[in-house]
């Protein structure tokens, strides 16, 4: 069965904060995606990654950075925490960017 | 940059009948997805139809596309109380490795 794992499933920080998602998967894919969602806005994309080291941003990148040192990897870093990112995360991977997208179960960040 | 716009936002049914969910879309695409996202929870992917695909099928699943109009209806039919979720369309751009871009979702409300 393919996974997509993340770290914590609920997250309670405080206001500044440094804070760390940490992604995995394991179906040796090329990209994988973070993503935060609210309601009533749907999914947005926040970084993704084609490749080992690689990043590109997505459409709210601000105040946020990724890394990917492994394949498998795929960190989002809050390096100041704000409460106006208190939301759901969404990482996901894929063989290909128009492929199919396979999510891990979600991060529920509050921050105080 | 959110391309995919579901409609309708909302939609609550009897168990048993069809649930008809709309997407509608700008540019032209690689592909087509449909997402289901359970409460709380990550999205799992449905279905994908390609751009020269009219019509696909999956167990109670009906998808069509239209690239004429732009647009694609997510057909569920014989719906069961297990059908409630949010469910999401995708579109892949016909412009290289670029990821996904998701629409809102479309509530779906399957009352027993």
């Known amino acids: 069965d393919v996974k997509v794992t993340q770290s914590s499933r609920y997250l309670v920080k405080r206001t500044g904060e440094k804070v760390f998602l940490e992604c995995v998967q394991d179906m040796d894919h090329e990209n994988m995606f973070w993503y935060r969602q609210d309601p009533g806005l749907g999914l947005r994309l926040i970084y993704f990654s084609y490749d080992v080291k690689m990043k590109e941003k997505g459409d709210i990148p601000e105040g946020y950075s990724v890394s990917r040192e492994k394949k498998e990897r795929f960190s989002l870093i809050l390096e100041s925490a704000s409460t106006n990112q208190t939301s759901m995360y969404l990482c996901?991977?894929?063989?290909?960017?128009?492929?199919?997208?396979?999510f891990g179960p979600g991060t529920r960040l509050t921050v105080l | 940059s959110q391309q995919g716009e579901e409609d309708p936002q909302a939609l609550s049914i009897q168990e048993g009948e069809n649930a008809t969910m709309n997407c509608s879309y700008k540019?032209?695409?690689?592909?087509l997805q449909w997402y289901r996202q359970n409460s709380g929870r990550g999205l799992v992917h449905l279905i994908l139809i390609r751009s020269n695909e009219r019509e696909k099928h999956s167990g109670r699943l009906r998808v069509t596309l239209d690239t004429s109009k732009k647009s694609s209806s997510l057909l569920i039919t014989a719906s069961r109380a297990a059908d409630t979720a949010s469910y999401f369309c995708?579109?892949?751009?016909?412009?290289?490795?670029?990821?996904?871009?998701f629409g809102k979702g479309t509530r779906l409300s399957v009352i027993a």
């Open positions: 996901a991977s894929s063989l290909q960017g128009y492929n199919e997208q396979f």
């Open positions: 540019t032209s695409i690689n592909n």
């Open positions: 995708a579109t892949a751009p016909d412009s290289g490795n670029t990821p996904l871009v």
